[in-house]
């Protein structure tokens, strides 16, 4: 090969390398800010608004500190789940839930890579149900309302990039949470001996894969109480503003 063919292609692949560095950094961003921004995406299709605050204190490590808002009303999808019960179909729900956390980074920096974020939540729930029970051959409806207070420990487990300027995309890939729980829902309505008992034997038959559920039933009305242990699963895509 031409020696000055070679030099020439050298010179144009060493300014094309350095051309190629520059933009990659220009697209990254400057890199320096301390504070993360960051809104959940799918959260929005479920009619919830949920945003964190995520501050670098030392090294590879950020505390943050999560909201989450659904305003009371009916389910997504209610139609989907009229297909599975009729008794979803009058469910409304709102929620308000508050997650601090500690988050340690395993790559190169602060805000990229994959972490571990030992976090507690605490989270309460506003429901109401036109609850439909069986007597004397008839449904007969009762409406229940009430809140639910939760309160949560777990770990999650996720990884966060750089993905153009100061804008960072995370997944919280996995956080199983453990806690307590404790709550209350009545409704008022005139029972005869009979209601009572009927509605009674239908609550009696309401089984939650956690916490415990037991209810009191008198001709005013019922009374569902939950408590006891309580878990679940964090997950969720953010896109983030660093500054």
Known sequence: MNLNL???FGLILAIGLSVSQISFAQMGGSDVGENLIKLNLPSLAMKTF???YERAIYGKTSVGLGLRIMPKGSLPFKSSLNSIDDQLGSLE???FAITPEIKFYLGKGVFRGFYIAPYLKYANYNTSINYEYTSNNKTEVIPLSGHLNTY???VLFG???R???DFYLDWSIFGPQYGISSGKLTGTKTLTI???KDLKEELDGIDLPVGKVSNTVDSNGAVVDLKGPWAGIRANIGIGYRF
């Open 93 to 95: 729900m709102g929620n």
């Open 159 to 161: 990884a966060q990039w």
């Open 6 to 8: 070679t030099k020439r």
């Open 163 to 165: 993905i153009a300027n």
């Open 50 to 52: 949920n945003v964190q």
């Open 152 to 154: 949560t420990a777990g």
């Open 194 to 196: 009979q209601e009572q």
